[in-house]
């Protein structure tokens, strides 16, 4: 009985063995939005993975998984991207295709550096078969602002104390007497005559010189 088992355990060994060696995928992938590997934290993007069977018999394309580590620690955790059903695509042998897959990076990622990883699925015989497709490092992004609020701090800032070493460079030119203080001149206001008759003397509208032709 034992033998007997051990001979079952080595020819299941073996057609698993041939059926790994026997589906062979090929992956390519590129990010469309993305070629720098620079992601926006906060905003779904595309990958694209061109898929080819180089195996000796049919396999489905199914599903993709992706994971982003700690940029200066590749086994550390830090987000998993949900899994995403690729529609099981049917490739024979030496047939290519293409499929597209979605990552919406969470807002709540700091703006650092991180490890992405890309795995792609296959199905042969339904039993899964991972191929590693992208395993290196990305930039992580804060969304950019109409108005760059730590840049305008910034300058009121610099305003602000350029105002006042402008106003402690002006005191001490005022001290030194390089710059004089401007006097106000005062004017001197004079009220007119109560009698508006004085202002008429001598022209056509004078009441006195009515009188006098008459």
């Known amino acids: 009985m034992g033998n007997g088992r ?7 060994l073996s057609l698993l063995a041939l059926t790994v060696q026997a589906q062979h995928l090929e992956v390519r992938h590129w ?3 993305n070629p720098t590997l620079e992601f926006t934290a906060g905003k ?9 069977n180089a195996g000796a018999q049919p396999l489905n394309v199914s599903f993709a998984t992706a994971s982003l ?23 024979t042998t030496g047939v290519e295709s293409s499929v ?4 919406a990076f969470p ?8 490890f992405l990883k890309l795995y792609v699925y296959s199905a042969v015989n339904q039993q899964f078969f991972p191929t590693l497709v992208f395993n290196r490092t990305i930039n992580v992004v804060e969304p950019s602002s109409l108005i760059d609020f730590q840049l305008f701090g ?3 800032i610099f305003l602000a104390f350029a105002g006042f070493i402008g106003w402690l460079a002006m005191d001490w030119a005022r001290g030194k007497g390089y710059v004089k203080k401007t006097r106000r001149t005062r004017v001197a206001t004079t009220t ?23």
């Not at 051990?6 to 299941?12: D, F, Q, T, W």
């Not at 779904?44 to 080819?52: I, N, S, T, Y």
């Not at 580590?69 to 490739?91: E, H, K, P």
Request: glycine share 8%; proline share 8%.
């Open 100 to 103: 597209e897959m979605k990552l």
């Open 154 to 156: 910034l300058w009121i």
């Open 69 to 91: 580590a700690a940029g200066y620690d590749a086994s550390v955790g830090v987000y998993n991207f949900s899994s995403q059903f690729l529609n099981d695509i049917s490739l």
């Open 31 to 33: 990010f469309p939005e």
């Open 107 to 114: 807002e709540q990622l700091p703006p650092r550096e991180f």
């Open 192 to 214: 007119g005559p109560s009698d508006r008759s004085d202002y008429l003397k001598g022209t056509a509208a004078d009441p006195n010189r009515k009188r006098r032709n008459l």
């Open 6 to 12: 051990l001979v079952v355990l080595g020819i299941c």
């Open 44 to 52: 779904e993007v595309p990958v694209v993975f061109g898929v080819h």
